[in-house]
């Protein structure tokens, strides 16, 4: 969206215990292998996901087209499933993920407004991640977990990414390789609004 979402005060990853709890065994599951977990998103806060979906009404706003949905015209993102007015991240059990290769490269910041390379570069930035295929976020047939067009190296890796989180209890979203959900999550009929913070933490 190439602007500050609403709700997300700070860099924090919020999750329900028990997919915290299996995010710190598949953890350890990676860590012998020689990997560890980079977490991109957990709780999402539904005025976030209205956030998405004013943004993804707004037609004229493309100014992300190329770095994020190159061959998908806006007018498809819901149709396309993109897009929702709900979240399974709302809910708290659900999560974007990839690996890092241990010792970890080092990664320079992110520079806010730094043009991206498009999605379907190994790595949108310049970071310390495996070769995925395409970059994370990336709204195109080539992000399914699957497609057959993904081979060697970056297959392998989606491979150790879902069969390590799929052994703890999440399942993936065939759509989108980076995305995994709890089985039997603890709330899955609430979508949570409170925004991400450290004062949202204390009030629990």
């Known amino acids: 969206m190439g602007t500050r979402i609403d709700g997300y005060e700070q860099p924090l990853c919020i999750l329900t215990r028990p997919a915290a709890e299996a995010l710190r065994d598949a953890q350890r599951r990676l860590l012998r292998h020689g990997y560890t977990l980079k977490v991109y998103d957990c709780y999402r806060p539904q005025r976030a996901v209205n956030h998405f979906v004013r943004w993804a009404k707004d037609l004229a706003d493309e ?4 770095e994020f949905y190159p ?49 379907f570069a190994p790595n949108r930035f310049p970071d310390n991640t495996v070769n995925m295929g395409t970059g994370y976020d990336c709204f195109d047939t080539l992000s399914h977990t699957d497609n057959p067009a993904i081979t060697g ?3 392998e890796d989606r491979q150790l990414l879902k069969n390590t989180l799929a052994a703890v209890g999440f399942r993936n979203l065939p759509e ?17 609004d409170f925004p991400v913070s450290r004062r949202s933490l204390s009030d629990c």
């Not at 897009?83 to 520079?111: C, F, M, N």
């Open 63 to 66: 100014k992300m087209k190329a």
């Open 71 to 119: 061959n998908v015209t806006k007018n498809r993102l819901f149709e396309d499933g993109y897009i929702a007015e709900k979240s399974g991240h709302s809910r708290g059990s659900t999560v974007d993920l990839t690996i890092v290769k241990l010792p970890p490269r080092w990664q320079r910041p992110y520079i806010p407004g730094e043009r991206l390379a498009p999605c």
């Open 153 to 155: 190296e970056a297959r």
């Open 176 to 192: 989108e390789w980076w995305h995994y959900t709890l089985n039997g999550e603890p709330f899955p009929g609430t979508f949570f």
